[in-house]
């Protein structure tokens, strides 16, 4: 569904993807986890648009999406969710919600009625704060919204930066439970960034580690859970610890 | 559960036509006071400003230090195709809009790629620039001598030439303006505005184009100015340069501010504010300080939007619209009397 190959992206002078390829199947979830720094979020911010690459492709459906407009690659079906949930504190669950569908919402105002229906049966919870601003949720809350927000943009890839940043451990289980019943019902591909590497893993299908701007090992989430490196290095569990246990 | 998308706002055009019809019945009862009507008529063109500004600053949380820039072109420009080329009125107000909304476009393409304090300066050097050019274009504008002889507003062959006539066509003009500013913001490009406020990169993610909407909101806001612009020159037949300085861009932010910068009607409080307090200190501080000169009025607004953006930082029109929602909300479900004989105790027992 993407291919992702031989990716640079600058920052100014800095050099921050150097040469990344990667792969992602329909239907799948994709987890890329790495330390602060890593290049996470230039590479979703790259994938959507915002960033423009130095060098490398994007394809996205067989269409080469490198160099594209954000706005052309939303209407793909490419969605972010940004880092730190960035929903619009001033405009309530429903407008936050209905921005989700803007480039739709013009000349599909049906559809778009039927999927804000749809994303509220998901988030049974919103149904009750629709009019409440949005800085006035709390960060599960406006996580839920932002996840509905990209849902409302019909995404065949959502590409999620972070989600579990500064919740609490019992809301992050419920928003990958979320990611996973998304899989399910919309039948999304997903694209999950997480420094949680555990959770990420857990729910994942493929991932890869991110590691100054390079992917370092790539493979089947399951098998990168019980890879050596990453739990020594992302897991916090050294090897003498194992055995002691 | 309402999920109706035509309910996601209020339309109800109850309350502003209510208002319409107040404001349209005033110049009737102070049809002999030329002060008054004269007062309202400033109000209007300065609401005409502030309503263009409070999309561009309240919705799309861009800053403009230069829109008396745009102020002026829209006054040149008409008193120059009437006054000079002797054209119709409305033809000086169409292309005063037009030189306002190509000269927003190509400042604003540069200007809108910076943000914050960085974007405040930038627009306040257009209006330095542009001031100069009215400053020393003098075969045009006629230099600091300024601009003499405009024809009073002829619309159409209906001549606008006294107080009374003029306070119609300038709140007509107020209200179409708020009417079309408020359907902009009511509607999807509202929300995409808003989006724009709250978080750039959000709305960049969601798919909206921010470039364009800052740009486009920038000309309607300039095209607003113009237009009130051409219909003062018209108003006061007498124009210069010193009238569409640094300062009166600072004061249109200034009533913005006041007004309330979240809300559609802010515009025209903080104007209606601006105006009777500016003209209630011209009798006042001369009263208190015999000496003091014009300078006093910022020192004022300068310590007011201080007090206001700490205690109000909604503007004074969020304040307003909470207490009217108060009032009617009350009325409409008034409390039952705890004394009254329904709620006594012994009706418990019947």
Known sequence: ?245 | MDNNLTKIYNRSLKGPLIFFVVIMLLPFIFQSNNYILSTFIMIGFYSLVTTGLTLLIGYAGQISLGHAAFYGIGAYTSAYFTATLQMPSWIGILVGAIIASLVSLIIGIPVFKLKGHYLALATLGFGVIIFTFFKEWKTITGGLNGFFGIPPLSLFGISFSTDFQFYFLIWIFVFLGIFFARNIVQSRVGRALMSIHGSEIASEAIGININKYKLQIFVLSAVYASIAGSLYAHYVTFINPQLFEMMTSIYFLIMVVIGGIGNIWGGLIGAAIYVFLGELLKDIVPKIIPNASGEFEIVFFGVLLVVILIYMPNGISKAIFHFIKRITSNFKNKPVSAFSKKSTGSDIHD
């Open chain 1, 1 to 245: 569904m993407l291919v992702v190959d031989n990716l640079h992206t600058y920052h100014g002078y800095l050099h921050v993807l150097k040469g990344i390829h990667f792969e992602i199947k329909q239907g799948e979830i994709f987890a890329m986890v790495g330390s602060n720094g890593a290049g996470k979020s230039t590479l979703l911010g790259t994938i959507a648009g915002i960033y423009k690459p130095r060098s490398g492709t994007i394809v996205f459906e067989n269409e080469e999406i490198s160099y594209g407009k954000v706005e052309k690659i939303v209407e793909k079906g490419i969605c972010l969710v940004p880092e730190r949930r960035q929903i619009f504190d001033d405009l309530s669950v429903k407008d936050n919600l209905l921005l989700g569908s803007y480039h739709r919402y013009k000349n599909d105002k049906k559809s778009v009625m039927e999927d804000f229906e749809q994303v509220l049966d998901f988030f049974p919870k919103l149904k009750t704060m629709l009019d409440r601003p949005g800085g006035l949720l709390s960060g599960g809350e406006q996580q839920m919204v932002a996840i509905g927000r990209g849902l409302m943009a019909k995404p065949k890839l959502m590409m999620l930066d972070e989600p579990s940043l500064g919740l609490a451990p019992l809301i992050v289980k419920d928003i990958m439970n979320i990611l996973k019943q998304m899989k399910k019902t919309f039948g999304t591909t997903i694209l999950l960034i997480e420094q949680n590497v555990k959770a990420a893993l857990q729910i994942a299908d493929h991932a890869c580690v991110l590691d100054r701007g390079e992917i370092v090992i790539q493979g089947k989430a399951s098998d990168l859970l019980e890879d050596e490196k990453i739990k020594d290095t992302y897991l916090g569990i050294s090897k003498k610890e194992r055995l002691k246990l």
